[in-house]
């Protein structure tokens, strides 16, 4: 009923329901999840201790957890705020206006965050950008797009605000796009300008698009739009210093606490039994994705042993794509961990569903869980129920070396491969020196043949690595995407 699911699992609802509507019976789901934590408060304390990467952690977490408290003056974490606006300035001095000068400001490039632009405070920053109307605008009403803002916004068009976004201390809309209308009596020919001032109380803060979505056009759809990419004129107006979000210690209460969820959330389903289960987590461990592997193993381990119900199945969420788009990003933290991901199909029993299209550059919690859940039963119809279905996309087997290019062999690709939207995207090439090359890669039948002009002698591939693997494109006949993947092993 959509008031009792409204309230649930999206993505535990749509598995369940794709189940229900294949099966013709119904499917309970139990769900226990807390966004935005860790694997090692999900995972026993009997596991993590036999980690050499995290049992340090935890001896060190249990000491300071059972050491005597010590008061300290003012240590009242629970009682800090994030810092207020201490006010407009900025516009009584012109700075939003037609006329103001900024010939003294600096530059910066939007879209990005002011921290990736060197300025590691919080504060509020002004962004002015001078734009040029056609004379055929005047008189029509227009539409502002800058994107999305971090934390939030007042923008101004030739001097007159003509939206905000957030009012309230600790109001974010951090992901959320913006789009204002820009009254017709406001529209010059020719010089306009568009000034923008960014309160951020906590972590990152600036103008940070996606560049698709900053543009000034006509308000009725009409022919015309200019971009708002690029060069901003900047200046700032208050800095709070580095602000980081006010967090209590760990221990009892604090679900990043090492085994905390798994003794207060999975322990006590012990006795029920249970058919399988689905992970939806990842991004909380993006920092060290090279122990990821270990930790989701021991964590499967872990609960199969305690259930005692062999090794029933277990299938896990790859992390979307996220943060600005880009072709390929040598260090991405996100494509080791989804790597990670992928290796723990080596463990018996377990499942892989595939996110890497439909996430969202700007949020961590893509909105779409419609496609999570039903690619995650796709698989459980395949492998454990035993139906007719391709349980996934392309994931990569292994490799051949032909001359001058690698031959590529994928699972799951009996139909066939497909090139959605055209030439196949993402995929780099690197010989032994290890420097990774724009590649040019063609479906041959249920392989994908991968050859560079740079590199004669090739002994690597990888594909779609990057947080946002800007237009990864390779599926299966089934319309399923193929993991992001690497056929090295380098650091």
């Not at 976004?165 to 009596?185: D, F, H, I, M, S």
């Not at 961590?364 to 007719?388: C, E």
């Amino acid at each position: 009923m959509p008031e009792s699911a409204r309230e649930f699992s999206a993505v535990g609802y749509h598995f369940a329901k794709r189940l229900h509507e294949e099966l013709g019976v119904a499917v309970g789901i139990v769900n226990s999840s807390w966004g935005g934590t860790p694997v090692e408060a999900w995972t026993s304390r009997e596991a993590l201790v036999r980690n050499p990467d995290v049992a340090a952690y935890v001896a060190h977490y249990e000491a300071m957890v059972n050491a005597p408290a010590t008061p300290t003056v003012g240590d009242k974490l629970s009682d800090e705020k994030y810092p207020a606006d201490p006010g407009n300035t900025g516009e009584a001095k012109g700075w939003a206006g037609r006329d103001g000068d900024d010939g003294a400001w600096a530059e910066m490039q939007l879209p990005q965050t002011w921290q990736a632009a060197g300025h590691a405070h919080c504060g509020v920053f002004w962004f002015r950008k001078t734009v040029e109307v056609p004379a055929a605008w005047v008189g029509r009403d227009l539409v502002l797009q800058i994107g999305a803002v971090d934390k939030q916004d007042t923008t101004y068009f030739n001097g007159v605000k003509v939206g905000a976004t957030g009012k309230n201390l600790e109001e974010q809309y951090w992901c959320q796009a913006r789009e204002y209308r820009v009254p017709a009596r406001l529209v010059q020919a020719g010089r306009n300008v568009i000034a923008v001032r960014v309160y951020s109380f906590v972590s990152d803060g600036g103008m940070i698009g996606p560049a698709s979505q900053m543009r000034l056009g006509l308000a009725d759809k009409g022919v015309g739009v200019v971009l708002l990419e690029g060069a901003w004129r900047y200046r700032l107006e208050h800095d709070f210093g580095v602000v980081a979000p006010p967090s209590g210690p760990l221990g009892p209460g604090n679900q990043y606490s090492p085994y905390i969820l798994y003794d207060s959330m999975i322990a006590p389903l012990i006795p029920y039994g249970l058919r399988g289960a689905i992970w939806y987590q990842g991004e909380c461990n993006t920092a060290k994705p090279w122990q990821y592997h270990r930790l989701l193993t021991d964590m499967i381990r872990c609960w199969r042993w305690d259930w005692g119900q062999g090794d029933f199945p277990f299938l896990i969420v790859q992390l979307a794509n996220y943060r600005p788009a880009a072709n390929y990003q040598d260090a991405s933290q996100w494509a080791r961990l989804r790597e990670a991901q992928f290796q723990t199909l080596s463990e018996p029993a377990t499942g892989l569903a595939v996110t890497i299209d439909i996430g969202e550059a700007l949020d961590i919690h893509p909105q779409n869980k419609v496609d999570v859940g039903r690619r995650l039963a796709q698989w459980a119809l395949s492998a454990t129920y035993g139906r007719p279905v391709v349980a996934s996309g392309p994931l990569y087997v292994g490799m051949t070396r032909e001359g001058s290019t690698i031959r590529l062999r994928f699972d799951h690709a009996d139909g066939g491969l497909v090139a959605r939207g055209g030439t196949l995207r993402t995929f780099v090439m690197a010989g032994s020196d290890q420097t990774f090359h724009e590649a040019t890669a063609v479906i041959d039948g249920k392989t994908v043949v991968v050859s560079c002009p740079a590199v004669r002698e090739p002994k690597a591939v990888r594909y779609a690595w990057a947080d946002n693997p800007e237009g990864c494109n390779l599926y299966n006949a089934e319309g399923l995407p193929a993991s992001p993947f690497r056929t090295d092993t380098w650091p």
